[in-house]
């Protein structure tokens, strides 16, 4: 019986490496699309760094909301999972 609740059950230390990767996502994915932008619209316009700064910039802000987002959702369904302990005790 014991074997055949773990094998549905993830380990204990993977919910929190997915976290991560969603949360570091969310700091790299946007600013690396951002760099690769902005250098390109600065050389297409010729407005050198201002575009570059500004997508770069941008990017931060998407980024800042998409942590606080899933950071928020992550705390949420803690503390449901927690309300659910205790109601099970």
Known sequence: MEKEKGKNEAPWW??????????????AG???IAVFLGKYL???????????LL???????????GIVKDS???????DEKNKKSKEDK
């Open 42 to 52: 600065d050389s297409r316009y010729g407005t050198e760094p201002w575009l570059f």
């Open 72 to 78: 928020m959702r992550e705390m949420k369904r803690i």
């Open 30 to 32: 946007p600013v690396i």
């Open 14 to 27: 993977q919910p929190s490496l997915i976290l991560f990767y969603r949360l570091s996502g969310w700091i």
């Open 55 to 65: 997508t770069v910039g941008i990017a931060f802000f998407v980024s800042t909301i």
